[in-house]
C-alpha cells in the first residue's frame, strides 16, 4: 500500500477505536475529488471543541510520535497536532471547534480504495472551502483541480455560505471573488453567474 494511505489508515483505524468525530481533508482528499497529485503527509481535522483538547492530544501522544519536543504545548497553542505514523509519514491533526469544521465532518463520506480499504473524507465541497481558506498559491491549483473534476454537480450555494463567514474571519473577502472567476475559468456555473445571466 502506498506510504501516505498506510500511514492515513493507521490513524483512522485509531480515531475509530475512540469513536472520535474526524475527516480526512487536504491532499488525500484532493485525490478522492479533484486531479490527483502526490502528497508526502496525512491532513485530518478532529472534532475535539474548544476547552476539550486536552485528552484527544494525550491520547494520541501515547499511540504516535510527536514531530516536536513540544508537540503538545504547540497543539494547544496554534490547534495542530504534528505526528508521524508508524511508518514514519507526517500526519498533521487539526483540533476541530468551529461550526465549519464540525458540519465537514458529519458531510462527511468513505472513499473506497484498493485492497479493502476505505478512508474518511471530507465533501468535494467542503475541500473547495478549505482550500480557499488557506489560499496559497498551491491550494488554488487544488481548488482548480477539483473544479475541473467535478464541475456544475458541486452545490455552490453551500459552499458560499460556509465561506462567507469564514474568510470575513481572515478579513479576505476577496478570496470569494477569485474563486467565482476561477469557476468562470473552469467554465462552470455558479448560482451567481445564473442569476446574473
Not at 504534528?82 to 514514519?88: H, R, V
Not at 482548480?144 to 479576505?172: H, T
Request: proline share 5%; charged share 25%; hydrophobic share 40%.
Amino acid at each position: 500500500m502506498n506510504p501516505v494511505l498506510a500511514a492515513a489508515d493507521e490513524l483512522q483505524r485509531f480515531c475509530t477505536r475512540e469513536n472520535w468525530s474526524y475527516c480526512f481533508i487536504g491532499g488525500l482528499a484532493v485525490q478522492r475529488w479533484g486531479e490527483p497529485r502526490n502528497t508526502r503527509d496525512a491532513d485530518l481535522t478532529l472534532v475535539t471543541g474548544f476547552g476539550g483538547e486536552e485528552p484527544f492530544v494525550d491520547k494520541l501522544l501515547s499511540a504516535f510520535q510527536g514531530r516536536r519536543s513540544d508537540a503538545k504545548s504547540f497543539a494547544m497553542q496554534y490547534r495542530v497536532l504534528l505526528l508521524e505514523a508508524a511508518n514514519g509519514t507526517p500526519l498533521d491533526i487539526a483540533l476541530g471547534a468551529m461550526p465549519f469544521e464540525k458540519n465537514s465532518v458529519q458531510r462527511s463520506s468513505l472513499w473506497q480504495l484498493p485492497e479493502n480499504t476505505s478512508l474518511r473524507t471530507c465533501s468535494a465541497e467542503d475541500l473547495i472551502v478549505h482550500k480557499v481558506f488557506a489560499g496559497r498559491e498551491r491550494d488554488w491549483l487544488d481548488v482548480e483541480g477539483v473544479l475541473l473534476v467535478q464541475g456544475s454537480g458541486l452545490d455552490f450555494r453551500q459552499i458560499r455560505e460556509e465561506l462567507e463567514p469564514l474568510l470575513a474571519l481572515k478579513d479576505s473577502p476577496e478570496s470569494l471573488e477569485k474563486f467565482r472567476q476561477l469557476c468562470q475559468k473552469c467554465g462552470v456555473l455558479t448560482p451567481e453567474d445564473t442569476e446574473r445571466g
